[in-house]
Nanobody
Framework: QVQLVESGGALVQAGGSLRLSCAGSGNIFSIHAMSWYRQAPGQQRDVVATITSGGGTNYADSVKGRFTISRDVAPNTVYLQMDNLKPEDTAVYYC?????????????WGQGTQVTVSS
């Protein structure tokens, strides 16, 4: 059974830093990309950062220069270093693994971790 478990969410003052972690376990194969999404109350879930199997990264414009995504290949773990946090970063953060092998394609999601940034 595949599980993705996030950790590191907290309440922090604006300008502070947090490091989120997401550890995958179970039978996880052929990961194409790992991502972090976030969702504020009443808002849609938006992608924040992605790291591909080749190591390339992409960031939402709102977090460029402040957030850094990284990964460990084995065990499958993805991190999000968040610096210079702003109140608008407040959201539940979810990790996501996109996997696929041939015709097989699947997505795994973590349970979410709350990040609250006070002004």
């Amino acid at each position: 059974q595949v599980q993705l478990v996030e950790s590191g969410g907290a309440l922090v003052q604006a300008g502070g830093s947090l490091r989120l972690s997401c550890a995958g376990s179970g039978n996880i194969f052929s990961i194409h990309a790992m991502s972090w999404y976030r969702q504020a109350p009443g808002q849609q879930r938006d992608v924040v950062a992605t790291i591909t199997s080749g190591g390339g990264t992409n960031y939402a414009d709102s977090v460029k220069g402040r957030f850094t995504i990284s990964r460990d290949v084995a065990p499958n773990t993805v991190y999000l270093q968040m610096d210079n946090l702003k109140p608008e970063d407040t959201a539940v953060y979810y990790c996501h693994f996109r996997v696929g092998l041939g015709a097989y394609e699947d997505d795994y999601w973590g349970q979410g971790t709350q990040v609250t940034v006070s002004s």
